[in-house]
């Protein structure tokens, strides 16, 4: 990568230490020097800094012989001027992680707590002879319905042809809807919460069902119960 040899006439130039044409060419290369001009902004504290000394400091008689700029005088300048370029950064910094603090906090309590009493269990009734028994509690949310399932293999039971189970929904015109699968071994219980963006009224019943497509436990959504909800 080729350096740039104005990068470092920044603070010459601020403070007029350049000459007529080294000014010039200066000037007509920041005009096309984004990176130069970033470096130029950065260091413009220092005439303040100027304005803000003694006058008595630099007077002197007419007659006198003009005092050489101390060498120390321009990287004091330099270290103060990034020592506030430093601030300015952390304070936009600090407003930044403010800022997203609120956003985050906006965030959270954009969905309110849900009240109310805890939905009853209905057990899941049998289709077929199995071992498998469940639970199930519905839940009207916003979003939809959410489904609290218990599933359990009763001990003893005779293995069946699957080990994995899946629970579906029916809507009223008779779409299944996928809301999860689980594997299950004798004397294991299952529980888990799935959701449906289907909503109480619309929910005709839930079944499980074997990988093969056997639905072996269902639960119906009362007519009256969904009528009632409308």
Request: proline share 7%.
């Amino acid at each position: 990568m080729t350096a740039d040899t104005y990068a470092g006439l920044d603070a010459a130039y601020l403070l007029g230490a350049l000459d007529a044409d080294e000014r010039l060419a200066y000037e007509e290369h920041l005009a096309t020097c984004s990176s130069c001009q970033v470096s130029l902004a950065d260091i413009s504290a220092i005439p303040p800094l100027l304005a803000g000394l003694d006058e008595s400091a630099c007077a002197s008689p007419i007659d006198a012989i003009p005092m050489p700029v101390p060498d120390t005088m321009l990287p004091r300048l330099l270290q103060a001027a990034a020592t506030e370029r430093a601030r300015n950064r952390w304070l936009t910094v600090g407003l930044g992680l403010l800022a997203a603090a609120c956003a985050i906090a906006l965030i959270v309590i954009v969905e309110p707590a849900t009240s109310g009493p805890t939905p009853a269990s209905r057990a899941m009734t049998p289709l077929v002879a199995t071992p498998i028994e469940a639970t199930i509690a519905l839940q009207p949310r916003s979003w939809g319905t959410e489904v609290d399932l218990t599933c359990w293999y009763r001990g003893g039971g005779t293995e069946p042809a699957t080990d994995r189970y899946m629970l579906v929904a029916h809507s009223a015109d008779g779409t299944t809807y996928d809301l999860g699968n689980w594997r299950l071994a004798p004397s294991q219980t299952v529980t888990f919460t799935s959701g449906t963006a289907l909503s109480y009224t619309q929910i005709k019943d839930l079944q499980i069902t074997q990988a093969d497509g056997l639905a072996i436990l269902s639960l119906a959504v009362p007519r009256l119960a969904r009528t009632a909800d409308r």
